[in-house]
């Protein structure tokens, strides 16, 4: 009798194992979050008011903005 109380203890035990196991599968499985990368651009002037993005055509009124406000490329001239 005792000897079958043990067993049922250990299949217990081992069955919780198996559940947290599953759990660490189920976590390691959630996709990543892919970094997005940046889209570097420059401002067309179309006018003495309004520019233009290069990457998306989207006018601007922004002649020194550093984004594009539609498609977000960056606008910053590199270095100095
Ligand atoms: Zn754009």
Do not use: W
């Amino acid at each position: 009798m005792e000897n079958n109380s043990f067993m049922v203890e250990v299949a217990g035990s081992k069955r919780k194992m198996i559940d947290g196991m599953m759990m660490c599968v189920e976590i390691a499985d959630l996709p990543t979050i892919e970094a997005v990368p940046v889209v570097h651009g420059n401002l067309i002037k179309r006018s003495p008011y309004t520019s233009q993005c290069s990457v998306c055509g989207h006018v601007t009124t922004e002649s020194d903005a550093n984004f594009c406000p539609n498609c977000g490329a960056d606008m910053r001239k590199g270095g100095n």
